[in-house]
C-alpha cells in the first residue's frame, strides 16, 4: 500500500481524497495555488506545497511543478481528482516515468477515450451502440453537410476534445449547418487548442444516463449501476441521481454490459463512467467515457455502500477489486445537488468573494461534500461549484423530500448562491414524477417564465 499520495487538485475533490487517504492510513500532500492558501485541502491534508498564482495554467496545469513537489516530498501515487490534469495522458506518462503511480487508468486508455470521435470507433468495435454519426472528425464543410445530410436532421456538431459541455452545436436544417459547423470549429479551438469536430445524429429529448465502472489490474471489470445526470444546464449537470427512475432493470442489466464491453475494448484499469443518451423508447448510444472519478459519484457509492475513492486508491495499489458482479446490490435512492456560486436570476453569472456565513444541513441521509466555511474567500479563478448536497432515502419520493428539507436549512451569506433555484426544482411535479429528460430546465424556465424565481 502507498506510504504518501499527492492529491492534483482543490477544492471539494481534494477534500475527498485526502479524508479516504487518511481513513487508509496514508499520508497525503496537497498542492495549491496562491489563491488558495486558505482553502480546506490545503490545511486537512498531512504536508501542503504551494505550486504557483492563481491561474490554473500556472498552478494547477503545471505539470512539472506538480512533479517536483512529489519527488520533494517523496511520494508514491498522484491521485488526479476530476478536470485539471486527470484526463491528461502525457501527465499519466510522465507519472509511471518518475516511478509515481498515477491513480487512473493508463495513459493509452485515456488517449483513446478521451479523443471522442476515436472513442466511438472504438467501443463500436465491441458492439457498443453509439449515436449515428460520421465516422471519424470531419474537415472539410461540404463533405459534413453531405453527412449530416443522410443522418438526418437535427444533427449535432461536437469537438473531438470536448468536456464540460462546450464545443457542441445543434443544426436543425442545411440552412443553419454552415454556420453552426464553423462556430463549433472555432468554440472548440478556442476552448481546446484542437479545433476538429465530428457530427452526430442529434437525440430528441433524451435522458442522460451514465454507468459507473470500475477495473483492476488483473482485467476484472464490474459495473456499479447507472446514474440519471438528465438535469442539466447548457449540457452541464446539475442534479444527479441513482437510481434512474427510467430505468428498468433489463436496461440496467443491457447498458451496465455494454459500459462493461466498452471499458475492456481499451483494457481500463480504475474508476470510470460510461455515458450513454437513452431515447423515449430505451434505446441507449454511447457518447463518451470519461477516465477519472466524477463529481457525482457519491449518488453510487450511497445506494452501492462502497467507497469509490478508496477502491480507487486499493485498485492503483494492486490490490485485486474485493467483490464480483454478483455481490453489487443496490438499495435506496440517492440525489445530488450541486452547490454553486452563481447568481440565477443573472443568467447564472458566477459570484466569487467573501463567505460570510455557511452553515449546511445535517441529519439522518444528509452528506455535505464541500471545501468551504463561514470566512472562505471564493477566488475568481476557478469553477464555481463550491459544494454538493447527498441525500440517501428508502426511495426516490423520500429522497426528493429530504432533499428539499436539507436545501431549506443551507444559509450561505455574501455570495450569490443556486440554492434556492434547485429548491424549486424539487417542487416540480415533473421533476417529482421522475418525466425528466436533457431539456428538462428549459422546460421548467418556460413553465415558470412569469412567476418569479425569488417567490
Ligand atoms: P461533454 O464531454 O462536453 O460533457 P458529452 O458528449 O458528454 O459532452 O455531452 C454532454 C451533453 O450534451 C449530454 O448529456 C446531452 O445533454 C448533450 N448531447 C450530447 N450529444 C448529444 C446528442 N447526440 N443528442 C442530443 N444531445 C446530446
Redesign the pocket.
Known amino acids: 500500500m502507498f506510504n504518501k499520495i499527492l492529491v492534483a487538485n482543490r477544492g471539494e475533490i481534494a477534500l475527498r481524497v485526502i479524508r479516504a487517504c487518511r481513513e487508509l492510513g496514508i499520508n497525503s500532500l496537497a498542492v495549491y495555488s496562491e489563491a488558495d492558501e486558505q482553502s480546506l485541502h490545503t490545511h486537512a491534508a498531512n504536508e501542503a506545497i504551494c505550486i504557483g498564482p492563481a491561474p490554473s495554467d500556472q498552478s494547477y496545469l503545471k505539470r512539472d511543478r506538480i512533479l517536483s513537489a512529489a519527488e520533494i516530498a517523496n511520494v508514491d501515487a498522484i491521485h488526479p481528482g476530476y478536470g485539471f490534469l486527470s484526463e491528461n495522458a502525457e501527465f499519466a506518462e510522465q507519472c509511471e516515468t518518475c516511478g509515481i503511480k498515477f491513480i487512473g487508468p493508463k495513459a493509452n486508455a485515456i488517449r483513446l477515450m478521451g479523443d471522442?470521435a476515436t472513442a466511438r470507433e472504438t467501443v463500436k468495435k465491441s458492439k457498443v451502440p453509439t449515436?449515428p454519426g460520421s465516422d471519424g472528425p470531419i474537415e472539410n464543410e461540404n463533405e459534413a453537410l453531405n453527412v449530416a445530410q443522410k443522418i438526418g436532421f437535427p444533427v449535432?456538431i461536437?469537438a473531438v476534445a470536448?468536456?464540460?459541455?462546450?464545443g457542441?452545436r445543434v443544426a436543425h436544417n442545411a440552412v443553419a449547418f454552415a454556420k453552426e459547423f464553423t462556430t463549433a470549429r472555432n468554440e472548440a479551438e478556442k476552448a481546446f487548442g484542437n479545433g476538429a469536430v465530428y457530427i452526430?445524429?442529434?437525440?430528441e429529448e433524451?435522458r442522460?444516463i451514465e454507468v459507473q465502472i470500475m477495473a483492476d489490474s488483473y482485467g476484472n471489470v464490474v459495473h456499479l449501476g447507472e446514474r440519471d445526470?438528465s438535469v442539466?444546464r447548457r449540457?452541464q449537470k446539475v442534479i444527479e441521481e441513482a437510481p434512474s427512475p427510467f430505468a428498468t432493470s433489463s436496461m440496467r442489466d443491457a447498458m451496465g454490459k455494454a459500459a462493461v464491453n466498452a471499458a475492456r475494448a481499451v483494457k481500463y484499469e480504475n474508476a470510470g463512467t460510461v455515458?450513454f443518451?437513452v431515447d423515449k423508447n430505451g434505446n441507449f448510444y454511447f457518447?463518451?467515457m470519461n477516465t477519472r472519478i466524477q463529481v457525482e459519484h457519491p449518488v453510487t457509492e450511497e445506494i452501492t455502500g462502497l467507497d469509490l475513492v478508496q477502491l480507487q486508491i486499493l485498485i492503483a495499489s494492486g490490490e485485486k477489486l474485493p467483490f464480483k458482479q454478483s455481490d453489487i446490490k443496490f438499495s435506496k435512492h440517492a440525489l445530488e445537488c450541486r452547490i454553486c456560486a452563481e447568481d440565477p436570476e443573472r443568467n447564472f453569472m458566477p459570484s466569487a468573494g467573501m463567505v460570510d456565513f455557511f452553515h449546511m444541513p445535517g441529519g439522518r441521509g444528509v452528506r455535505v461534500d464541500s471545501h468551504v466555511y463561514s470566512g472562505y474567500r471564493i477566488p475568481p479563478n476557478y469553477d464555481s461549484m463550491i459544494g454538493k448536497l447527498i441525500v440517501v432515502a428508502d426511495n426516490r419520493e423520500k429522497a426528493i423530500a429530504k432533499m428539499n428539507r436539507a436545501l431549506g436549512e443551507c444559509e450561505i451569506r455574501g455570495i450569490k448562491s443556486n440554492v434556492e433555484f434547485l429548491r424549486k426544482i424539487t417542487n416540480d411535479p415533473y421533476f417529482q414524477s421522475g418525466d425528466v429528460t436533457?431539456k428538462f430546465i428549459e422546460d421548467f424556465f418556460e413553465r415558470n417564465k412569469n412567476r418569479q424565481l425569488k417567490e
Open positions: 471522442k449515436v449535432i461536437k470536448g468536456g464540460g459541455g462546450k457542441m452526430e445524429k442529434f437525440i433524451p442522460h445526470c442539466q449540457h455515458e443518451l457518447i463518451e436533457t
